[in-house]
């Protein structure tokens, strides 16, 4: 999804340039970072996601090991 959201905003930042419209390139630049921003995101939520599944492992493997 980030990854749209980048390249909508440089195609506005283009048109903006194009078109001479200070605005629109503004709001170009303003949608790519939020892109940018929404990838990482991303990559944290699945970091996250990695890290749990690794915890839930170890604790089932502990309570194997318990048996």
Request: aromatic share 2%; no cysteine; charged share 40%.
């Amino acid at each position: 999804m980030g990854a749209i959201e980048e390249a909508k905003g440089k195609l506005k930042q283009a048109v903006g340039d194009l078109t001479d419209d200070a605005d629109l390139h503004e709001e170009g630049t303003a949608q790519e970072a939020k892109g940018q921003h929404e990838e990482a995101e991303d990559a944290a939520r699945a970091e996250a996601r990695a890290h749990a599944e690794k915890a839930d492992q170890y604790e089932q493997d502990e309570r194997a090991a318990q048996q």
